[in-house]
């Protein structure tokens, strides 16, 4: 989970992705399912590390609001991230209000083909939120 920490998230926004990930741990995940939790404001920090279902429903995740949303370099962060995961298929979800302050560096990383990305809309909560699944070639 890649959460976006930075000041477009202040209040209501934070509570309703809070929620979101703990909805996701609470109902999405089943038994063995191991998931990390990536929060970027100015830069990505890993929150917790790779934890089975059982133990995430303890854990807190304390996060003070700020910055701004460095979206690829997170990205990039958690698709590494991702090789150290024990299970075969895995999913990015990434929570943000805001636009990337890095913007211009996924363009060139698309078209060279060391990612791939589809974008969706959905609708979680009531909440209008961007969701991005990347992809990384295999």
């Known amino acids: 989970v890649l959460l976006d920490g930075s000041s477009s998230m202040r209040g209501q926004r934070m509570a309703d992705a809070l929620a979101a990930v703990r909805m996701l741990f609470d109902e999405a995940l089943i038994s063995g399912d191991e998931a990390?939790?990536?929060?970027?404001?100015?830069?990505?920090?890993?929150?917790?590390?790779?934890?089975?279902?059982?133990?995430?429903?303890?854990?807190?995740?304390?996060?003070?609001?700020?910055?701004?949303t460095p979206m690829f370099?997170?990205?990039?962060?958690?698709?590494?991230?991702?090789?150290?995961?024990?299970?075969?298929?895995?999913?990015?979800?990434l929570i943000t209000a805001g636009n990337a302050?890095?913007?211009?560096?996924?363009?060139?990383?698309?078209q060279s083909g060391r990612l791939r990305a589809t974008m969706a809309t959905a609708v979680a909560r009531g909440i209008r939120t961007r969701c991005h699944k990347i992809v990384c070639p295999s």
């Open 73 to 93: 370099e997170t990205l990039a962060a958690a698709v590494g991230k991702l090789s150290s995961a024990r299970h075969a298929r895995r999913v990015l979800l």
């Open 101 to 110: 302050t890095d913007a211009d560096r996924f363009v060139p990383a698309i």
């Open 36 to 68: 990390f939790v990536m929060v970027f404001a100015d830069q990505p920090t890993l929150v917790f590390d790779w934890t089975e279902k059982t133990v995430l429903p303890r854990r807190s995740i304390d996060i003070v609001v700020g910055g701004t």
